[in-house]
């Protein structure tokens, strides 16, 4: 257990990092991720209301669906990455934890009086990932087995009404639940006892993310950062790109029609050492980027990183060096994910977007 965001929190369980992640590719893993803000924003204007603050597409968002979103700073950076979830007489907001009490404010700062933000600090959040998680959750609430990928519905799960959406953080198919903090261990032991999912803690949790390619709001995101620069120009919506109309929209702007100076990208990374943050990047005797997120791959086994680089450094297959301790350790620019994401989709009505 260590402090992590002013809880205490797992980074792993008896098994082992390597036994979690490797149960979530293979089967099911449960993540306690209670840290996390949650919130809910009510009223008729709610959605245009919360576009001030994020070049997400609101309210175009459909009931029974849910999409992944940035809050943006007056300049442009990134104050945070967010989920919202459109139950139909309500968002649902779900913060990173080192941000919510930051994400609240700015979110209540932009308010009108007929919109109202009312924190959840009474609901826990479990994610129950992998291959296996639809047939270990679906005994209890079989309606959620015909969830696409960023689909949402209300229901009762061990006793306890609850929000599920099928999302993740792992790149694998899977569901975050939220539900009453009463509720969190009865659905734990359920699932644990009765299904056979295994608990996994954070260090299982970043390996996954990592291998998805998945940003961490604090390493690979935040205040300087643009959405431009984080190869994230997907949570951009079409009607937003017309209007212009949101925090932060010149910088954002000016850099998808001159391209930024720097960009997020993949590496490989030659040998079986993991390059960590802070790493500095290097084309000869130049430093030329920084890592932001480095670790072993367990599915691959192999090191991966993530991390900015100058833009004309950012082609794939470009070879630099990340520096580990002053040793040069030679990588190349790769495409993320370096693990193929396996969401389920709908045939007919393909999600759009990426779930963090």
Not at 340 to 352: E, G, I
Request: glycine share 12%.
């Amino acid at each position: 257990m260590v402090p992590f965001a002013g809880y205490s929190m797992p980074v792993q369980y008896p098994s082992g990092i390597l036994a979690e992640h490797t149960a979530c590719r293979a089967a099911a893993a449960i993540f306690d991720v209670s840290h996390m803000g949650q919130a809910e924003l009510r009223g008729a204007d709610a959605a245009r209301a919360l576009e001030q603050l994020t070049p997400a597409d609101v309210q175009g968002l459909k009931p029974g669906r849910q999409r992944y979103g940035l809050l943006l700073t007056e300049s442009g950076g990134i104050l945070d990455d967010f989920m919202v979830a459109n139950l139909g007489d309500r968002l649902l907001l779900v913060f990173n934890a080192s941000r919510k009490a930051v994400d609240e404010a700015a979110v209540g700062a932009v308010l009108p009086p007929s919109v109202r933000l009312d924190p959840l600090r009474d609901r826990a959040l479990l994610a129950v990932q992998g291959p296996g998680a639809e047939a270990a959750l679906a005994p209890l609430l079989p309606a959620l087995a015909a969830l696409p990928f960023m689909g949402v519905l209300e229901g009762e799960l061990v006793g306890f009404p609850a929000v599920i959406s099928r999302s993740g953080y792992t790149g694998e198919d899977g569901f975050e639940i939220s539900l009453p903090a009463e509720g969190a261990e009865r659905l734990a032991r359920a699932l644990v006892d009765g299904a056979g999912v295994t608990p996994a803690g954070l260090g299982a949790r970043d390996s996954l993310r990592l291998e998805a390619g998945l940003c961490l709001y604090g390493q690979d995101l935040d205040e300087t950062t643009s959405p431009v620069e984080a190869a994230l120009n997907w949570t951009l919506g079409k009607r937003r790109r017309m209007a212009w109309d949101f925090r932060g929209a010149d910088r954002v702007r000016a850099e998808l029609d001159n391209g930024p100076s720097r960009l997020r990208v993949g590496f490989a990374v030659e040998g079986r050492q993991p390059v960590r943050a802070g790493a500095p990047v290097a084309l000869g005797a130049h430093t030329v980027g920084a890592v932001t997120s480095g670790g072993y791959a367990p599915s691959l086994g192999a090191p991966v990183a993530m991390g900015y680089v100058s833009r004309p450094q950012a082609a794939d297959g470009t070879a630099l060096d990340l520096l580990l301790r002053g040793r040069a350790v030679p990588a190349r620019v790769a495409p993320t994910p370096f693990v193929p994401h396996r969401y389920k989709r709908a045939a007919a009505n393909p999600a759009a977007g990426v779930s963090a």
